[in-house]
């Protein structure tokens, strides 16, 4: 079913939680809505749902306006991050509740509840009461639920927030398998943007409750449209830095903090030549090299922390750190001095002011 | 292990004696209350004969229960508590939940009010609830089953005083689960009202059933409200005051022992009552949590 938001403002007394959002939904999409706490992405999700009513603009499932229709009138299902299981009542009528509700009869609820319990893993679990349940088999009953009314569109509001980091990983997989096995539009809000990155066909941006950019997960990675996306996607985060852009020779080159000048392979509007502007680079394209060239930078190791695959280093460089990823076996220490040079076609800008990238608009 | 364990038995042994010792005069005065039921005349603690003799047991203080006059009056208290559960029960969730949930002007002011009438002794209130049920009494159909010398009345009039309580209990426990559990019986296809019903309701039992056993133990047991707005005599009367009746008769000494049998049988259902439910009256002061307004 495709689900389109259109210029949607929501308001709590004087504060604007949502701010004229439109979004389009494609059917069978897996929409994230990624965001830090209070940016409104779950606010958006609940009036989605039918829970807040907005302030002004339209929400339309497949064709048919429901701004204003009940939450049972939506066919849809949602999972919360606190389970928001019905504790005094089993596993088993948790899950069909919703047809109970319906008046269906008992075989068909003992079929589609065996169904989704199959398709879940929770078979044996039936008759246990939900306090009885681990936080993940809690989540996959809450999962289940929301599966057994054939919702046409899923909601998820941080559904694995709750659960440790190894279940995370593998409920991450399993939520993807079964909405790509079952084919349900969903919109997965979380703060996670490895959730987002792995999960969704494309993610939403929101920051204050105003809709930053709506495209698929790498190119959220690789070509960030606001300085906010550049810094809150991507682990460890992008180095920024105030810098300009300026033309030498022919080519193009960004000052760094200690005013080495690094080359820059990317066409920029040669309007923000020399005027201060904001730059950033990812960590893994900054690379260490044994020489000092001309277009290299030197700093000292002020910190190393051990990542695991890679090492993660800060540099001091002038008045800034760099941070930037080193591998193993290199085996830099704290306080050795090196070399490092970003990956020319990297390079990010953004303006100073309205932190909109100088490289690319998408929306 | 063992030297360890020692002086925590030691321990609970010391506070089980400061205990028995607080308490001797409570057990006393029900030793007294349930001796003095089956003897002639007491004497202290000791039951004696007319003639001042140990023993004189009798059954014959409990000769009441055979009067009309005291089933009507045990009725009449039933129909009292049962009336006041009901009513504290019903508006109190209900108001507890909307204040639990919805913001709406006057929210904070609402508690804050039902908050010092809970601390307002009702006493105070008496004269002027005293003009009410009378002006109650003047409507027409109103007046049989409200106002100034009906049970009706008297359950108004203690429902009403009871609700601060249950209100701010109730919000307790109403705020006490989450919202998403709500949410999600909303979007599973419940109406508000289905919503309250199948799902909050059950929810905040634990809350109900201490607000109901309370209730139902203060309508019971009550005396001023009762005393001030029945009239007395055959069928305007509860327990209590067809006990205080007793007491205050100008023309026979009073009968202590006969009193005393009074209270024993008005007294009984509520040592049942407590009995199977102190558990959940503990939650009254445990399992709510008092939110904030």
């Known amino acids: ?363 | 292990m063992k030297n360890k364990k020692q002086p925590i038995e030691l321990n609970k042994i010391i506070i089980f004696i400061v205990l028995l010792i607080l308490s001797i005069p409570i057990i006393l005065g029900y030793l007294w209350l349930i001796i003095s039921t089956f003897a002639e005349v007491t004497h202290g603690l000791l039951p004696v004969d007319r003639n001042g003799n140990f023993g004189g047991f009798t059954l014959e203080n409990w000769n009441f229960i055979f009067e009309k006059e005291v089933w009507l009056a045990t009725w009449n208290t039933l129909l009292l508590a049962l009336f006041m559960t009901v009513g504290v029960v019903a508006v109190s969730s209900l108001a507890g939940y909307a204040l639990s949930r919805i913001k709406f002007n006057g929210r904070k002011e609402f508690l804050s009010l039902t908050l010092v009438l809970h601390a307002f002794p009702s006493i105070t209130l008496l004269i002027a609830i005293y003009f009410v049920l009378k002006f109650f009494s003047g409507i027409p159909v109103l007046k049989l089953f409200m106002g100034y010398n009906t049970i009706g009345g008297v359950v108004l009039v203690s429902l009403a005083m009871q609700l601060p309580l249950g209100i701010w209990l109730m919000k307790g426990f109403f705020d006490g689960v989450s919202w998403d559990v709500e949410r999600a019986a909303l979007i599973d296809g419940c109406s508000r009202f289905r919503t309250f019903w199948n799902i909050m309701f059950p929810l905040v039992r634990p809350g109900i059933a201490a607000l109901s056993i309370f209730s139902f133990m203060t309508g019971w047991s009550s005396f001023i409200i009762p005393y001030t707005f029945l009239s007395g005599g055959a069928g305007h009367e509860v327990i209590s005051t067809y006990l205080n009746s007793m007491m205050s008769s100008d023309t026979i000494s009073i009968n202590y022992n006969l009193l005393a049998a009074v209270g024993l049988f008005q007294l009984i259902p509520i040592l049942i009552f407590y009995f199977f439910n102190q558990n959940y009256l503990m939650k009254i002061f445990s399992g709510g949590t008092h939110g904030g307004v």
């Open chain 1, 1 to 363: 079913m495709d689900v389109s938001i259109n210029n949607l403002t929501k308001k709590f007394g004087n504060v604007t939680a949502v701010n004229n959002f439109s979004l389009e939904i494609k059917s069978g999409e897996f929409v994230a809505f990624l965001g830090p706490s209070g940016c409104g992405k779950t606010t958006t999700l609940l009036t989605v749902a039918g829970i807040y009513k907005p302030n002004s603009g339209s929400i339309v499932f497949g064709g048919k306006d429901v701004t204003f229709a009940q939450p049972k009138d939506r066919n849809i299902g949602m999972v919360f991050q606190s389970y928001a299981l019905y504790p005094h009542m089993s596993v088993y009528e948790n899950i069909v509740f919703s047809m109970k509700l319906k008046k269906a009869s008992e075989e068909d609820k003992k079929k589609a509840a065996q169904e989704v319990a199959d398709l879940l893993g929770i078979g044996h679990l039936l008759e246990r009461k939900p306090g009885e349940l681990s936080g993940g088999q809690q989540q996959r009953v809450a999962l289940g639920r929301a599966l057994v009314k054939k919702p046409q569109l899923l909601l998820f509001d941080e559904p694995l927030s709750n659960l440790d980091a190894r279940l995370r990983i593998s409920m991450r997989t399993e939520i993807k398998r079964i909405q790509k096995e079952l084919g349900i539009t969903c919109i997965y809000v979380t703060h996670d943007q490895i959730e987002a990155m792995t999960m969704a066909d494309k993610v939403a941006v929101l920051k204050d409750g105003l809709l930053q950019t709506f495209q698929p997960p790498i190119e959220l990675h690789t070509h960030p449209c606001t300085e906010f996306i550049g810094s809150f996607v991507g682990n460890p985060p992008m180095n920024l830095f105030n810098s300009k852009v300026v033309e030498k020779d022919g080519d193009i080159f960004t000052i760094l903090p200690d005013k080495s000048m690094m080359k820059v392979n990317k066409i920029v509007d040669p309007k923000v030549y020399n005027k201060e502007l904001r730059v950033g680079i990812r960590p893994e394209d900054i690379e260490i090299v044994d020489k000092g060239t001309a277009d290299s930078s030197t700093g000292i190791v002020s910190l190393f922390e051990p990542l695991g695959r890679d090492n993660l280093v800060n540099v001091r460089c002038g008045n800034k750190t760099i941070q930037l990823l080193s591998s193993p076996k290199a085996g830099i220490e704290i306080g050795d001095t090196i070399n490092f040079k970003a990956v020319d076609t990297q390079w990010q800008f953004f303006d100073l002011e309205s932190g909109k990238s100088l490289l690319w608009h998408t929306k």
